[in-house]
């Protein structure tokens, strides 16, 4: 298949297109994790493409982590897979953060040509001079920028990256974006929309019923995916209405039948032929195979009805109340310098959040953007200059981290203080049944963890929302969601984020900021 998206039996790939690369193949691969009774993968075959520069997205939950881990054997399974060519994943967990990054380099892999590690780190634009540095006091842009050098500057590898862009900020994911698009051979998982479309050239899609590989970006399958869902559901519409006209006539034609049978038993009128009932008998039994046969061709359309609408990712609306606050300007930053020791992070930022305004705080990694947030909500930042906040104010945080979160969702639902039936419904909407939040949180993927914060603070009775980078692990169609419920509800919020696509479509205002 050249153009557009090909359709696949639920639990397999496959190679779309001959091409000379590579192909690393599974067979029968059926994974399932301790304690759970529903398997992630069941009898799933495929082939890939290692030349492919290949985007692997889906809801949260799906498995994508889990497939990298499987082609990565790090996980027991059942199956096969094999691959001509030796895999490598990102991240790589250091052991040693403290020694140098040259060691962490070294551990990544012990026969690195320096040569070509210094030319992959031209490309990222990092200085040589990071290698003599710790490993841990690299950012983690830099840290995400290293592995990738180590990792392409090997040969013959084909690399697994698990999201890359957790720890970039715009510019760093637009470098990074460039870089990789230059590159070939890699499966890499990414929420980020214009990310993928920077870098990839097809997009495997873990679907809800089945798996799908399309040709192209991620807006190429995004298209594709729509245009496929529309069609299916005007089908699946005309489909129900012919069920429904099949049903009532058949039902006609057995009643009508059952009638005439029970005519025929009776005695024949004195005015009727004498072969009365044998007539009627007949016509009963016609009437009686028409309707068999109307039900036959009311079973095949419902037949026909299963195989639609499988794939249907509905995106359901999420909802939003604000509380409305008493004055117009809700809270004001002025002259704020923070430091941490001797290192400024930012200095003489200025910030007004009035209500109704949704402000995009943007900068480089290390400016001081969570610092403002946290400022904002009142946390112990070292500052100077001056705090305002409106008297009352309740604001709703949402953090980058999810570490903190554990227990029960009924305990968080008692801390949060917030309404049980909403925050069940959210989470649904966002594709975290409530049976899987019935076990301990911190047993849930990040992303269904992110979710789960990002639910409780919908939930949570404030009137200005702060949320620092809240779409980290989020899938794309959740992402979509947020975005369609900021702008349906247009509540007061600030936020940092580095999804170009999700600041475009939903920033009134963007402030920019710069290291001190």
């Given at each position: 298949?050249?153009?557009?998206?090909?359709?696949?039996?639920?639990?397999?790939?496959?190679?779309?297109?001959g091409t000379q690369c590579h192909r690393s193949k599974s067979k029968n691969l059926t994974f399932t994790y301790d304690g759970s009774y529903e398997p992630v993968f069941e009898n799933a075959s495929f082939q890939i493409d290692t030349g492919w520069r290949l985007g692997l997205i889906g809801r949260n939950g799906r498995g994508k982590t889990t497939l990298l881990r499987l082609l990565c054997g790090t996980y027991p399974y059942q199956g096969t897979i094999s691959?001509?060519?030796?895999?490598?994943?990102?991240?790589?967990?250091?052991?040693?953060?403290?020694?140098?990054?040259?060691?962490?380099?070294?551990?990544?892999?012990?026969?690195?040509?320096?040569?070509?590690?210094?030319?992959?780190?031209?490309?990222?634009?990092?200085?040589?001079?990071?290698?003599?540095?710790?490993?841990?006091?690299?950012?983690?842009?830099?840290?995400?920028?290293?592995?990738?050098?180590?990792?392409?500057?090997?040969?013959?590898?084909?690399?697994?990256?698990?999201?890359?862009?957790?720890?970039?900020?715009?510019?760093?994911?637009?470098?990074?974006?460039?870089?990789?698009?230059?590159?070939?051979?890699?499966?890499?998982?990414?929420?980020?929309?214009?990310?993928?479309?920077?870098?990839?050239?097809?997009?495997?899609?873990?679907?809800?019923?089945?798996?799908?590989?399309?040709?192209g970006n991620f807006s190429t399958w995004m298209e594709n995916r729509e245009r496929q869902d529309a069609f299916e559901q005007r089908k699946n519409e005309k489909l129900l209405r012919e069920i429904a006209r099949l049903q009532d006539?058949?039902?006609?034609?057995?009643?009508?039948?059952?009638?005439?049978?029970?005519?025929?038993?009776?005695?024949?009128?004195?005015?009727?032929?004498?072969?009365?009932?044998?007539?009627?008998?007949?016509?009963?039994?016609?009437?009686?195979?028409?309707?068999?046969?109307?039900?036959?061709?009311?079973?095949?359309?419902?037949?026909?009805?299963?195989?639609?609408?499988?794939?249907?990712?509905?995106?359901?609306?999420?909802?939003?109340?604000?509380?409305?606050?008493?004055?117009?300007?809700?809270?004001?930053?002025?002259?704020?310098?923070?430091?941490?020791?001797?290192?400024?992070?930012?200095?003489?930022?200025?910030?007004?959040?009035?209500?109704?305004?949704?402000?995009?705080?943007?900068?480089?990694?290390?400016?001081?953007?969570?610092?403002?947030?946290?400022?904002?909500?009142?946390?112990?930042?070292?500052?100077?200059?001056?705090?305002?906040?409106?008297?009352?104010?309740?604001?709703?945080?949402?953090?980058?981290?999810?570490?903190?979160?554990?227990?029960?969702?009924?305990?968080?639902?008692?801390?949060?203080?917030?309404?049980?039936?909403?925050?069940?419904?959210?989470?649904?909407?966002?594709?975290?049944?409530?049976?899987?939040?019935?076990?301990?949180?911190?047993?849930?993927?990040?992303?269904?963890?992110?979710?789960?914060?990002?639910?409780?603070?919908?939930?949570?009775?404030?009137?200005?929302?702060?949320?620092?980078?809240?779409?980290?692990?989020?899938?794309?169609?959740?992402?979509?969601?947020?975005?369609?419920?900021?702008?349906?509800?247009?509540?007061?919020?600030?936020?940092?984020?580095?999804?170009?696509?999700?600041?475009?479509?939903?920033?009134?205002?963007?402030?920019?900021?710069?290291?001190?």
């Amino acid at each position: 298949m050249h153009n557009g998206c090909g359709m696949l039996s639920c639990g397999h790939f496959y190679v779309m297109e001959g091409t000379q690369c590579h192909r690393s193949k599974s067979k029968n691969l059926t994974f399932t994790y301790d304690g759970s009774y529903e398997p992630v993968f069941e009898n799933a075959s495929f082939q890939i493409d290692t030349g492919w520069r290949l985007g692997l997205i889906g809801r949260n939950g799906r498995g994508k982590t889990t497939l990298l881990r499987l082609l990565c054997g790090t996980y027991p399974y059942q199956g096969t897979i094999s691959a001509s060519t030796p895999v490598s994943y990102f991240p790589y967990l250091i052991r040693r953060p403290e020694a140098p990054a040259i060691d962490a380099v070294s551990e990544m892999e012990p026969d690195y040509e320096l040569r070509r590690l210094q030319c992959e780190m031209e490309k990222l634009r990092l200085d040589e001079s990071i290698l003599l540095r710790s490993y841990a006091t690299l950012s983690g842009g830099e840290q995400t920028k290293l592995q990738l050098a180590v990792l392409f500057s090997s040969e013959q590898h084909y690399l697994l990256i698990d999201e890359p862009t957790n720890h970039l900020d715009l510019p760093g994911r637009e470098l990074v974006s460039r870089y990789l698009s230059r590159k070939r051979g890699f499966l890499l998982v990414s929420h980020d929309r214009a990310f993928l479309d920077g870098c990839v050239d097809h997009i495997l899609s873990i679907n809800r019923a089945d798996i799908q590989v399309c040709r192209g970006n991620f807006s190429t399958w995004m298209e594709n995916r729509e245009r496929q869902d529309a069609f299916e559901q005007r089908k699946n519409e005309k489909l129900l209405r012919e069920i429904a006209r099949l049903q009532d006539t058949a039902r006609e034609k057995t009643q009508w039948a059952g009638r005439a049978e029970a005519r025929k038993i009776g005695s024949a009128p004195a005015d009727r032929p004498d072969n009365y009932r044998s007539y009627q008998g007949a016509k009963a039994e016609r009437t009686m195979a028409r309707a068999k046969a109307i039900e036959k061709r009311r079973e095949a359309a419902l037949e026909e009805k299963k195989l639609l609408l499988k794939n249907l990712e509905r995106r359901e609306e999420l909802k939003l109340v604000q509380l409305p606050f008493y004055t117009e300007r809700l809270a004001e930053l002025r002259n704020i310098r923070i430091a941490y020791g001797a290192r400024t992070v930012c200095d003489s930022f200025g910030l007004s959040v009035r209500a109704g305004e949704r402000i995009a705080l943007q900068g480089p990694n290390g400016c001081g953007k969570s610092s403002i947030l946290h400022l904002l909500c009142g946390m112990d930042v070292p500052h100077g200059g001056e705090v305002r906040r409106g008297s009352g104010l309740r604001i709703s945080f949402v953090g980058q981290n999810t570490s903190g979160l554990c227990g029960s969702a009924a305990e968080l639902i008692r801390e949060k203080e917030i309404e049980e039936s909403r925050f069940y419904s959210i989470l649904n909407k966002l594709d975290v049944p409530k049976a899987q939040l019935e076990r301990d949180l911190r047993l849930l993927s990040e992303g269904q963890r992110k979710k789960v914060l990002l639910a409780a603070s919908l939930c949570e009775q404030a009137h200005l929302h702060v949320w620092d980078e809240p779409l980290n692990y989020i899938d794309v169609i959740s992402r979509i969601q947020i975005e369609e419920l900021l702008l349906r509800f247009r509540p007061t919020i600030v936020f940092v984020e580095h999804d170009k696509a999700f600041c475009e479509h939903v920033a009134t205002r963007i402030v920019s900021m710069q290291k001190a």
